[in-house]
C-alpha cells in the first residue's frame, strides 16, 4: 500500500511517520514539498503520487491570528482538505483527515459525540468544521479523527512552557474553566495506525468504517488542574522550580484577552472509536507523564559537569 503523509513536520505528523511506516510504502511531504495556500497544485501534486492512503496531518493552528487571517486558515484547513478529498475519490483511496474539538461550542455539560451538532465559536473551527463537511461530500472513503489538547515531545506545548514559567516565577495564573483531555501526539499516530490496519484486515466490510470519530485521552482535567499535575510530577523527578503545583492560582479565561473564544468544555465521548477499532484510549496522565519524565531528564543532563 501506497501512503501519502502530510504535515510531516507538525507533532502530530512527526509521530505519524513512525507508525505508518509499516502498514505501506510511506511517503511523506512537509511545509517544503506540500503548498496548501494552492490547493489544487496541490492536487496535482498528489495525482502524480498516486496514493492508495493519504493521511493528512497538516492544518493551520494558529488559532487567534486565524480571527484576522480567515482566509488563509480557510484555505488550509476547509478547501485544500476538500481538494485531497477529491483526489481519493477519484482513485478509490483512503483519507484521513484530524479534526478539533473546536468545532463544538463548548456548551454542553457531558461529553460532546459524533452526533452533536456543531457550532463553532472561532474562525479557526469554522475553517476545520467546513473542512470536515467538503470531505463528507466528496463521497471519499476517509476517517474524520476529532482530538483535543494535543501536545508532543517537539516543538512548543503547554507543559514545556509551564516548566519554563515555574523556573521564573513565584506564582503562575492558569484558566481553570475550560476543561478537556490532554492528548499525547503518539497516542493519535499510533491509534491512527491501529485503527487503519484494522480496516486493511476487514476485506469487504472496510467501506463500513468510513465516518468521523473523536480520539482523545481518556479522562479530563481543567488547564489549571493540568499545570499543578505537571508541576508535581516535575518535583517528584527532581526538577528545581520556584513554583509548585500549589503557586497555581486559578483564573476565568475572560481574565485572558485572547482573540478568539474557546470551547469551555472540549470533553470529547471515545466511545464509538474504541469500540469499532478495538483500542483502549489510556488516561491523559499516561503520556503527560512521560512526557514531563522526559523534559526533567533531559535538563538533569544538561546540568551535568
Not at 495525482?47 to 487571517?69: H, Q, S
Not at 468544521?129 to 508532543?152: D, K, N, Q, Y
Not at 522550580?241 to 479565561?253: C, D, H, N, T
Not at 477499532?277 to 522526559?294: I, M
Request: a neutral charge; charged letters at 25%.
Amino acid at each position: 500500500m501506497k501512503i501519502l503523509l502530510l504535515g510531516k513536520d507538525g507533532q502530530v505528523g512527526w509521530e505519524l511517520q513512525r507508525s505508518l511506516a509499516p502498514l505501506g510504502d510511506l511517503v511523506a511531504w512537509g511545509r517544503l514539498d506540500a503548498d496548501f495556500l494552492d490547493p489544487e497544485a496541490l492536487g496535482a501534486r498528489v495525482r502524480a503520487v498516486r496514493p492508495e492512503l493519504i493521511v493528512n496531518a497538516a492544518a493551520y493552528t494558529a488559532v487567534d491570528r486565524a480571527e484576522t487571517d480567515e482566509d488563509r486558515a480557510r484555505l488550509v484547513n476547509a478547501v485544500a482538505p476538500g481538494v485531497l478529498a477529491r483526489e481519493a475519490q477519484a482513485r478509490g483511496a483512503w483519507l484521513v483527515h484530524y479534526s478539533t474539538d473546536y468545532v463544538f461550542d463548548g456548551s454542553k455539560e457531558g461529553a460532546w459525540n459524533e452526533l452533536d451538532a456543531t457550532a463553532p465559536l472561532s474562525a479557526y473551527g469554522r475553517s476545520k468544521c467546513e473542512g470536515e463537511e467538503r470531505i463528507r461530500a466528496s463521497g471519499a472513503r476517509h476517517l474524520i479523527l476529532r482530538t483535543s489538547w494535543v501536545f508532543g515531545t517537539r516543538g512548543a506545548n503547554f507543559a514545556k512552557t509551564m516548566l519554563r514559567l515555574a523556573r521564573e516565577r513565584d506564582t503562575l495564573d492558569v484558566v481553570a474553566d475550560q476543561v478537556g483531555a490532554p492528548t499525547g501526539a503518539a497516542l493519535v499516530a499510533d491509534a491512527t495506525a491501529l485503527a487503519l490496519y484494522r480496516i486493511a484486515l476487514s476485506g469487504r466490510e472496510a467501506d463500513s468504517y468510513s465516518g468521523t470519530y473523536h480520539l482523545a485521552a481518556g479522562g479530563a482535567t481543567s488547564w489549571h488542574d493540568y499545570a499543578r499535575h505537571v508541576l508535581a510530577r516535575a518535583r517528584e523527578q527532581g526538577a528545581m522550580l520556584k513554583a509548585g503545583p500549589e503557586g497555581v492560582r486559578a483564573v476565568s479565561s475572560s481574565d485572558f484577552a485572547a482573540a478568539a473564544r474557546r470551547p469551555a468544555n472540549s470533553r470529547l465521548d471515545c466511545i464509538k472509536f474504541r469500540s469499532r477499532f478495538g483500542v483502549v484510549l489510556p488516561d491523559w496522565r499516561h503520556h503527560v507523564d512521560r512526557l514531563v519524565d522526559e523534559l526533567v531528564a533531559q535538563e538533569q543532563g544538561q546540568g551535568k559537569p
